[in-house]
């Protein structure tokens, strides 16, 4: 009786393995790492993301001031933003000590690795 028991939760534990895989690989599928990098002879103070159909951007994703010819690297959770397909594509906005800024549109952050801003 207790082997039958045994048996059952030894098989059911094992059935639900490849479950907990696909439940950790779609969490893992959310996170995206990207790197900014600046270009543009200017010191880059934000970096600003929102889906493209919002009028409003998101927070500043960078932690601190990006000089000319560095690049910052972080990562972002898309379900964050809710971007169109599947949270990938946005409008990216760098915006410079001088008050200037740079936009990007329609960027598919899940294909790009790193955006130059010039």
């Not at 995206?32 to 889906?51: E, R, W």
């Not at 000089?67 to 964050?80: T, V």
Request: charged share 25%.
């Amino acid at each position: 009786m207790v082997n039958k028991v045994l048996n059952k939760v030894m098989i059911a534990a094992g059935l639900s393995l490849p479950l907990v895989a696909l439940a950790a690989s779609s969490v893992l599928a959310q996170m995206v790492k990207l790197s900014v990098v600046n270009n543009s002879g200017k010191t880059m103070t934000a970096v600003y993301m929102s889906p493209p159909d919002k009028n409003t951007w998101g927070k500043n994703e960078l932690k601190a001031p990006i000089g000319d010819r560095e690049k910052a690297d972080f990562e972002w959770d898309r379900a964050d933003y809710g971007g169109s397909e599947g949270g990938c594509v946005f409008d990216v906005r760098a915006e410079y000590s001088d008050g200037r800024s740079t936009d990007l549109d329609a960027v598919d952050l899940c294909q790009e690795s790193a955006l130059n801003f010039r």
